[in-house]
T-cell receptor, first 112, second 112 residues
Framework: GQQLNQSPQSMFIQEGEDVSMNCTSS?????WLWYKQDPGEGPVLLIA?????ELTSNGRLTAQFGITRKDSFLNISASIPSDVGIYFC????????????FGKGTLLTVNP | SQTIHQWPATLVQPVGSPLSLECTVE??????LYWYRQAAGRGLQLLFY??????ISSEVPQNLSASRPQDRQFILSSKKLLLSDSGFYLC???????????FGPGTRLTVT
């Protein structure tokens, strides 16, 4: 089946720093989604991408749909303590199959 | 607006006991519904999904079953729990023809 490689697995940064994480796949995806999960809660959708090359922002978050359709990137600018959590990428291959393939997540720790 | 509920929030059950977890969605009709399990290793494993009442697709052979008795109700069950069933169970919904999935708050299950 389809697999996503998400990196890095974890990050330790200082408040105010910028963060970058990415997901890559050997398969083409038609949709890329980025989620954030706080401890003990369900993941929350941050950004959805539907077109190759698309660049979308949500506040301090910016995500891009790779031009090859096999990768996606999430950047967080000027990190703050509440950015702590696990960030997941998810891809969907299109068509009537609505299942998502998830990356294993990036654990972000922000030191005040 | 749409909301998704899960209960109970936390559950401790002995090995061999039955299980019933419930998920309900408000504010939308004919959603696609999903059950995931998240182990301590962070990855999200899709267990079941449903595109309509009585329609269940199983992703992983296991000790669990799912049912959808009503349009916006999704139930996860087991007749006899195993230790390996412990984990964080997440329900999610998406629009009938949508790829964006929205997660509930989750149920923390500990099998002792």
């Amino acid at each position: 089946g389809q697999q996503l490689n998400q990196s890095p697995q974890s990050m330790f940064i200082q408040e105010g720093e910028d963060v970058s994480m990415n997901c890559t796949s050997s398969s083409i995806f038609n949709t890329w989604l980025w989620y954030k999960q706080d401890p003990g809660e369900g993941p929350v959708l941050l950004i959805a991408l539907y077109k190759a090359g698309e660049l979308t922002s949500n506040g301090r978050l910016t995500a891009q749909f790779g031009i090859t359709r096999k990768d996606s990137f999430l950047n967080i600018s000027a990190s703050i303590p509440s950015d702590v959590g696990i960030y997941f990428c998810a891809g969907q291959g299109g068509g009537s199959n609505y299942k998502l393939t998830f990356g294993k997540g990036t654990l972000l720790t922000v030191n005040p | 607006s749409q909301t998704i509920h899960q209960w109970p929030a936390t559950l401790v059950q002995p090995v061999g006991s039955p299980l019933s977890l419930e998920c309900t969605v408000e504010g939308t009709s004919n959603p696609n519904l999903y059950w995931y399990r998240q182990a301590a290793g962070r990855g999200l494993q899709l267990l079941f999904y449903s595109v309509g009442i009585g329609q269940i697709s199983s992703e992983v052979p296991q000790n669990l079953s799912a049912s959808r008795p009503q349009d916006r109700q999704f139930i996860l069950s087991s007749k006899k729990l195993l230790l390996s069933d412990s984990g964080f169970y997440l329900c999610a919904w998406s629009k009938t023809s949508g790829y964006e999935q929205y997660f509930g708050p989750g149920t923390r299950l500990t099998v002792t």
